[in-house]
């Protein structure tokens, strides 16, 4: 029997240390990851910098929920009115740490997927809309039905608010498990600063 969303634990400030930690183990082999950090020892010691940023904006902002406190996993999603962080959101949810950590090459890279992933984004969806930035589950708990549980609580939800959901991945396998909820191909595309597929897929609300 599927969960609705308020049966979910909803993810707090307190969660942002545990939340990115998990996201840089789930994501450690990531396509992108790889490409923008190819040395594995970095990307385990300073991964998770990246993911903060990220993580701090969406539980802030967002919808972010996990199956229970014991966060086995996590699914991150961002109205589209609140998808963007501003220069100074950057900064303040710890872009300098990334920039300290990572290095200049790696932020300049960063900054080229993400104006990329959003270009292509909003060139597909422009009325509102959420987006699912992150679904990650623990490696060891991966392929146990953790990620489906959390997809269909929020699918659920969005279909009573007759909204849409975009999500892009980069990963082939992940194409066709996000079809077996209903999500469409819009785009298939090549990133222009590393050699890594996008594809851009859509959600709609049953009529």
């Known amino acids: 029997m599927q969960k609705e969303i308020d049966e979910l634990y909803k993810l707090t400030s307190s969660d942002v240390k545990a939340v990115s930690k998990l996201l840089s183990r789930a994501f450690l082999n990531w396509s992108c990851a790889k490409a923008l950090v190819p040395d594995e020892e970095k990307r385990k010691s300073n991964g998770y910098y990246a993911y903060k940023m990220s993580a701090k904006h969406i539980i802030k902002c967002g919808e972010a929920y996990a199956p229970s406190p014991k ?3 996590v699914a991150m999603w961002a109205h589209s009115d609140y ?3 501003s220069t100074w959101q950057m900064i303040k949810n710890g872009g300098l740490k990334i920039l300290y950590k990572m290095g200049a090459k790696f932020v300049r ?3 080229i997927c993400l104006e990329f992933n959003e270009k ?3 060139d597909l969806i422009e009325e509102p809309h959420y987006h699912l930035l992150w679904l990650g589950v623990e490696p060891e708990l991966q392929k146990t039905g953790i990620g ?3 997809m269909h609580a929020m699918l659920n939800k969005f279909s009573k608010e007759n909204l849409k959901c975009y999500l892009d991945t980069q990963e082939v396998e992940n194409v066709e498990y996000y079809k077996r ?3 469409k191909v819009l785009r298939e595309c090549q990133y222009p600063n590393i050699d890594v597929t996008y594809w851009g897929m859509l959600w709609e609300p049953e009529k």
């Open 148 to 150: 489906t549980e959390l």
């Open 71 to 73: 966060l086995e996993g």
């Open 83 to 85: 998808d963007k962080m």
């Open 109 to 111: 890279e960063m900054d």
């Open 181 to 183: 909820f209903g999500f």
């Open 120 to 122: 292509i984004h909003y």
